[in-house]
């Protein structure tokens, strides 16, 4: 059964993902395509660099186009905020991203874009879930280059001029190529690596790449720019004298950086220093919007301000919807994603990775030494983070000891109090937290604990983990 979750439909491949799972998608989107009478536009195809990304997009475009429907295809593989940009800026109804984003590369996916270039809401995948149950074995194929023949596949040679202009327009150039930064960049073998050459290069930075070449094995390890998987960036940048290092995902929604002493510069610090940066020194005024699982330190920072910090469960349309809802300044989350106000409704590492440089440029202060001032004024916040596989057959049991029984650890001291928005998340005096939910994109049971220290974070895991014997 095809289900979607927070980041879209993923599967491993030869298991779930294969032509016939992906065709029976493309087949229900041109259901709702024609049931909707949305016709007058085209849908908007992108791909990563996974293995057979660019083979399953041309699957999708096969089945949408012998039903009729348009088709605009990227020529070369594209990150996921390109997609969304592109949805946005065309006015087109959807938009498909074939992608696993950080999953391992035994994975890949099918992302849908709706309107505004947004993460299909919940109730657009429920249906679509729905429609796919109905779609027969047998369907109508009108083979890709035959469709570029006939022109219902239109190819876009070169997509990223609009969006790299629309990120330099609103970028301090001019601060940034004073700085002369020296920046050593990891693609993770992903999609990333063109848009951001063109901005560092645009902006004069010394700008060095690792990792820039397509491979489908990631180099063993997983493409997400986590502290466990940017050792070698690290390395480079202490000993070949960098400025920053900075890591993008597999297809370029989620960001790490690595400071030039060696430091990893966590999710949850971006968010904290670059809410601080462009509130108090470029001046955006608002609250900012975080998930469930991410920073309470961002709380004490909006407060500050005088503004507000609004949490919603996981999954980016959460977060975009609240932007948009309270105009706040930006949204994230501790996985590395996030966006600013009046860009995409989407994550996107390209404009977060350029701010963040143009952060660096302005204040002249290295980011581990930035955070060190926060954390002296608003306190130390330490996230711990724990994914646990489970049997299948324990789901139901997990499931409804967490939410239904609403089993709770047995913490000392009691929480103050306790919310299922999304899992069961717990709240401590001291303004620490434990987050107990299913993964909506892996099999797995995420629990992401913050404590004042970091023995207090591991304790609230340890609990949970007992308390479930996983």
């Known amino acids: 059964m095809i289900k979607f979750g927070t980041g879209g439909w993923r599967a491993r ?29 085209p849908v908007m195809i992108g791909y990563d660099r996974r293995f057979l990304s660019r083979e399953a997009a041309q699957w999708v475009a096969e089945v949408l186009t012998a039903s009729g429907i348009h088709v605009l295809f990227m020529q070369r593989s594209a990150p996921t905020p390109l997609v969304m940009f592109q949805v946005k800026e065309r006015s087109l109804h959807f938009g498909v991203e074939i992608t696993a984003s950080h999953n391992p590369a035994t994975y890949n996916g099918f992302k849908l874009i709706v309107e505004e270039g947004r993460d299909a809401p919940v109730e657009v995948t429920d249906r679509l879930e729905q429609i796919i149950l109905g779609i027969p074995e047998e369907l109508s194929i009108l083979p890709f280059d035959t469709a570029v023949e006939q022109g219902l596949v239109s190819m876009l ?4 001029n609009e969006f790299i202009d629309s990120i330099l327009n609103v970028l301090d150039t001019q601060a940034i190529r004073d700085r002369g930064l020296r920046i050593l960049f990891d693609s993770m073998h992903g999609s990333a690596t063109y848009p951001l050459t063109v901005i560092f290069n645009t902006t004069r930075c010394t700008f060095d790449q690792i990792h820039g070449d397509r491979d489908a094995f990631f180099g063993g390890l997983v493409p997400a720019p986590a502290e466990t998987t940017l050792f070698e960036l690290k390395e480079k940048v202490i000993h070949e004298g960098y400025d920053l290092g900075i890591a993008v995902d597999g297809d370029g929604d989620r960001l790490g950086i690595i400071d030039s002493n060696g430091a990893y510069i966590s999710a949850n610090d971006i968010l904290v220093l670059l809410y601080w940066y462009l509130h108090e020194i470029k001046g955006w005024k608002g609250p900012v919007v975080r998930n469930i699982s991410t920073t309470h330190m961002l709380d004490r920072v909006a407060e500050s301000f005088g503004e507000v910090c609004y949490e919603v469960p996981v999954g980016f349309k959460y977060i975009s919807s609240k932007i948009d809802e309270v105009d706040a300044v930006l949204g994230g989350e501790s996985s590395g994603g996030l966006t600013v106000r009046g860009h995409i409704h989407g994550k996107d590492s390209v404009y977060s990775s350029a701010l963040f440089v143009e952060m660096v440029a302005k204040t002249g202060q290295r980011p581990s030494d930035l955070m060190a001032y926060l954390r002296e004024r608003y306190g130390a916040y330490y996230m711990k983070e724990a994914n646990f596989a489970f049997p299948a057959d324990r789901k139901a049991e997990l499931a409804h000891r967490i ?13 103050v109090r306790v919310s299922y928005l999304d899992g069961c998340k717990c709240y401590f005096e001291d303004d620490s937290s434990v987050t107990c939910r299913f993964s909506g994109t892996e099999p797995l049971l995420r629990i992401f604990a913050e ?6 974070a591991i304790e609230y895991i340890e609990a949970w983990r007992e308390l479930l014997k996983i």
């Open 13 to 41: 491949i030869g298991e779930d993902f294969y032509i016939g799972n992906i065709r029976k998608i493309a087949a229900g989107l041109a259901y709702m395509i024609h049931e909707d009478n949305l016709e007058d536009q």
């Open 157 to 160: 040679h070169n997509p990223f």
């Open 403 to 415: 939410m239904v029984a609403k089993e709770l650890p047995a913490f000392l001291p009691a929480p």
């Open 451 to 456: 404590g004042r220290s970091e023995d207090e």
